[in-house]
């Protein structure tokens, strides 16, 4: 999440293991026996009910998020294991920090080598991380003018290297919200009714992948399963290729990109990736957007009018 100060992307994190399924046995024993080789459950303890929620500050060493120690033992990245791992100010983390998550977000793996074995703790989880938009903090807001020069924004962002980003699925750029929004009386959807719509879509998932072993959601296909699962008609097959074309996308980014469609069919409960499933992903990228050429920007904005009301 990229935003300004007073944005709630911390808050909007917080509530994220409300809203996600509750932990299946496998995967509850899966994440009962990290926390207790870690030794963070309590004598007594049986398996845990929640999904875990890390949330390490950015000061952290490599060894403290991945893992690692003498006796090696389990990172961050491993206890937020079926749960959610959120690094807020992520351009704050040291870049050789943030490197060591590209293998578990690949994997979800984690394997410590010392010199006389190699230990593989198991790390899938949900990465979400918040951010500034620049060094102020108001670059794109629209009430505080932004006083960084465009150098000190892309130094700024730089501190988070292009593979990884390329391996957050969605960039989503949120604003601050206004006094009369935190003031209004009107509900939105709560997150027990978003946790049923979640709940329901990962039911979808789980027959989809029923023969498959260790694999609980779309965003653990395989490129081969992509093929088989993410069939796209004439029409999205055609904006999704100009859409790699326009904003320079990676072949990682465009395996996301389908992933991303086929969880938002799921949840609409379509059987089929239709046009509009294809065209909210793409807006999905929102730094490959800002990080391309004017024109393809301009194709951005332009397929958001035409596909998405």
Same mark, same amino acid.
């Given at each position: 999440?990229?935003?300004?100060?007073?944005?709630?992307?911390?808050? #909007?994190?917080? @509530?994220?293991?409300?809203?996600?399924?509750?932990?299946? #046995?496998?995967?509850?024993?899966?994440?009962? /026996?990290?926390?207790?080789?870690?030794? #963070?459950?309590?004598?007594?303890?049986? #398996?845990? &009910? $929640? /999904?875990?929620?890390?949330?390490?500050?950015?000061?952290?060493?490599?060894?403290?998020?991945?893992?690692?120690? &003498?006796?090696?033992?389990?990172?961050?990245?491993?206890?937020?294991?079926?749960?959610?791992?959120?690094?807020?100010?992520?351009?704050?983390?040291? @870049?050789?920090?943030?490197?060591?998550?590209?293998?578990?977000?690949?994997?979800?793996?984690?394997?410590?080598? $010392? !010199?006389?074995?190699?230990?593989?703790?198991?790390?899938?989880?949900?990465?979400?991380?918040?951010? %500034?938009?620049?060094?102020?903090?108001?670059?794109?807001? %629209?009430? $505080?003018?932004?006083?960084? &020069?465009?150098? @000190?924004?892309?130094?700024?962002?730089?501190?988070?290297?292009?593979?990884?980003?390329?391996?957050?699925?969605?960039?989503?750029?949120?604003?601050?919200?206004?006094?009369?929004?935190?003031?209004?009386?009107?509900?939105?959807?709560?997150?027990?009714?978003?946790?049923? =719509?979640?709940?329901?879509? =990962?039911?979808?998932?789980?027959?989809?992948?029923?023969?498959?072993?260790?694999?609980?959601? %779309?965003?653990?296909?395989?490129?081969?399963?992509?093929?088989?699962?993410?069939?796209?008609?004439?029409? !999205?097959?055609?904006?999704?290729?100009? !859409?790699?074309? =326009?904003?320079?996308?990676?072949? +990682?980014?465009?395996?996301?990109?389908?992933?991303?469609? +086929? &969880?938002?069919?799921?949840?609409?409960?379509?059987?089929?990736?239709?046009?509009?499933?294809?065209?909210?992903?793409?807006?999905? =990228?929102?730094?490959?957007?800002?990080?391309?050429?004017?024109?393809?920007?301009?194709? !951005?904005?332009?397929?958001?009018?035409?596909?998405?009301?």
């Amino acid at each position: 999440m990229i935003g300004p100060p007073g944005a709630g992307k911390t808050m #909007l994190a917080q @509530r994220l293991p409300a809203i996600l399924p509750p932990l299946s #046995l496998e995967e509850a024993v899966e994440t009962s /026996r990290i926390y207790s080789v870690a030794g #963070l459950l309590k004598p007594g303890q049986g #398996l845990l &009910t $929640r /999904r875990p929620f890390r949330a390490p500050h950015h000061t952290i060493s490599d060894a403290g998020l991945i893992g690692g120690g &003498t006796i090696p033992r389990p990172g961050e990245v491993s206890l937020a294991h079926h749960g959610v791992l959120f690094l807020d100010e992520l351009p704050e983390f040291k @870049r050789s920090t943030l490197e060591v998550l590209r293998q578990p977000l690949e994997d979800g793996l984690v394997t410590i080598s $010392r !010199a006389a074995s190699a230990i593989t703790f198991p790390a899938r989880f949900m990465l979400v991380t918040a951010m %500034n938009p620049c060094f102020c903090g108001f670059y794109g807001d %629209n009430q $505080r003018a932004c006083t960084c &020069t465009p150098q @000190r924004i892309q130094q700024y962002r730089s501190r988070i290297s292009g593979p990884l980003l390329d391996r957050i699925d969605l960039q989503i750029q949120v604003a601050a919200v206004p006094f009369r929004d935190l003031a209004a009386d009107s509900q939105g959807q709560d997150s027990q009714a978003m946790r049923v =719509r979640v709940s329901q879509a =990962r039911q979808v998932q789980g027959r989809r992948f029923a023969r498959v072993p260790r694999v609980f959601a %779309n965003a653990q296909m395989t490129v081969k399963m992509v093929q088989e699962h993410c069939a796209l008609g004439p029409e !999205a097959r055609r904006l999704l290729e100009v !859409a790699v074309e =326009r904003l320079g996308l990676s072949a +990682r980014a465009y395996t996301r990109i389908l992933k991303i469609a +086929r &969880t938002i069919a799921d949840l609409e409960g379509a059987s089929e990736i239709a046009l509009p499933h294809v065209a909210e992903a793409i807006q999905y =990228r929102t730094l490959d957007r800002q990080f391309s050429s004017p024109q393809g920007v301009k194709f !951005a904005r332009e397929t958001a009018e035409r596909y998405l009301v």
